[in-house]
T-cell receptor, first 111, second 116 residues
């Protein structure tokens, strides 16, 4: 059974700092890995999707990497801003089309 | 593009009542997913439809839960009878196997269900 772990569970940083969120998964047989953002009381917004054959994806200040063999992914946020404050969720898709989610990292960026 | 639409946004009901949650996926998407989010268990997949056909319902917690997708633009998740432990946020998501955003799941705003 796939298990996804996100570390740290919560992170507080000053504005402007670069930061890294970590995601690990137990079964490396995945089709893709997706990072989401969730604001309080809201739905999930897809940030980046990395196919299993890819090693990284970039969108603006966000860069996500994938090391499938070791079961790890990182989300790098450059020059963090207060508007980046949210919960960030990592999810992996297996052969059964199911997305298995981690519990998320609650990020607070202080002005 | 209106995104995934869910209704109602909030539902408060008494134990034993029937609850119906509704979802309209993004036009052109052929996969639809129902999720449940709680503090204790996080996000869990309940059921997955492809081309309106239920493919995997192994996440449906018990027989009180049922889901239908009568056409490509509408799905329902029904709980009958509801129980307090069903209180959660229920999300619907859709995806497409083609295009630049192939396989990315797009989530609706969710329905916050409270069963008293």
């Amino acid at each position: 059974k796939q298990e996804v772990t996100q570390i740290p569970a919560a992170l507080s940083v000053p504005e402007g700092e670069n930061l890294v969120l970590n995601c690990s998964f137990t079964d490396s047989a995945i089709y893709n890995l997706q990072w989401f953002r969730q604001d309080p009381g809201k739905g999930l917004t897809s940030l980046l999707l990395i196919q299993s054959s890819q090693r990284e994806q970039t969108s603006g200040r966000l860069n996500a990497s994938l090391d499938k063999s070791s079961g790890r992914s990182t989300l790098y946020i450059a020059a963090s801003q207060p508007g980046d404050s949210a919960t960030y969720l990592c999810a992996v898709e297996g052969s059964n089309y199911k997305l298995t989610f981690g519990k998320g990292t609650l990020l607070t960026v202080n002005p | 593009d209106a995104g995934v639409i869910q209704s109602p946004r909030h539902e408060v009901t008494e134990m034993g009542q029937e609850v119906t949650l509704r979802c309209k996926p993004i036009s052109g998407h052929n996969s639809l997913f129902w999720y449940r989010q709680t503090m204790m268990r996080g996000l869990e997949l309940l059921i997955y439809f492809n081309n309106n056909v239920p493919i995997d319902d192994s996440g449906m917690p018990e027989d009180r839960f049922s889901a239908k997708m009568p056409n490509a633009s509408f799905s329902t998740l029904k709980i009958q009878p509801s129980e307090p432990r069903d209180s959660a946020v229920y999300f619907c998501a859709s995806s497409s196997p083609s295009g630049r955003a192939a396989y990315e799941q797009y989530f609706g705003p969710g329905t916050r269900l409270t069963v008293t």
